[in-house]
């Protein structure tokens, strides 16, 4: 079956511009979950969303937003760029979110903003 | 907050040796506890996941260890192989919300010489 897709895979952005990410999640999977990678921090939870409705959240300012679409298919938003936003930006789809079901990640976007 | 320690050094060792590689955590003990690999420039790859009621989960050559009480998780790969290279990412569960919000450890190195 198909994997998990994320575009773009590589974005380069100004400072104070925004950013929207997709993340097409494997058939029948309902849970979306995004997250940001980067080497100072590791791999960090931003945000969960289930049949179109934001589950949980993580620890990251307003400027970073979701959404998921009737088909599962989400979507990221940044806003008002900064340089500490750079970073790889990985989406995960589960059947029904992360515990004890396993999690397949896509292979990232790798944002730059300069 | 859940804090997570995996060895910042890479694990270097030889062609068909076992490689044991450390989770350790502070504070509540995750209803689940996940092991990932992740190549570089990749997304992360499920590898086993362990209940909290559970002490050790194999799968072919993979085998994670679980004990509650020392807060800590190990995970070793029998018959290593150079292609077993790659950095390991333990995560635990935290229940919210009716899922769960995961906390990823900043993961482990492991080099694998022929």
């Known amino acids: ?114 | 907050s859940q804090k997570i320690e995996q060895n910042s050094e890479a694990l270097n060792i030889q062609e068909g040796k076992t490689a044991t590689l450390t989770c350790n955590y502070t504070n509540y003990s995750p209803a689940y506890l996940q092991w990932y690999r992740q190549d570089p420039g990749r997304g992360p790859v499920f590898l086993l996941l362990i209940r909290e009621n559970e002490k050790e989960k194999r799968k072919e050559r993979l085998k994670v260890t679980f004990d509650t009480t020392l807060k800590q998780s190990l995970f070793h790969i029998t018959a290593s192989q150079p292609a077993d290279s790659a950095t390991y990412l333990c995560a635990l569960d935290k229940p919210t919300g009716g899922s769960y919000i995961p906390t990823f450890g900043r993961g482990t190195s492991l080099i694998v010489h022929p």
């Open chain 1, 1 to 114: 079956k198909a994997g998990v897709t994320q575009t773009p895979r590589y974005l380069i952005k100004t400072r104070g511009q925004q950013v929207t990410l997709s993340c097409s999640p494997i058939s029948g999977h309902r849970s979306v979950s995004w997250y940001q990678q980067t080497p100072g921090q590791g791999l960090q939870f931003l945000f969960e969303y289930f049949s179109e409705t934001q589950r949980n959240k993580g620890n990251f300012p307003g400027r970073f937003s979701g959404r998921q679409f009737s088909n599962s298919r989400s979507e990221m938003n940044v806003s008002t760029l900064e340089l500490g936003d750079s970073a790889l930006y990985l989406c995960a789809s589960s059947l029904e979110g992360m515990g004890n079901t396993e999690a397949f990640f896509g292979q990232g976007t790798r944002l730059t903003v300069v």
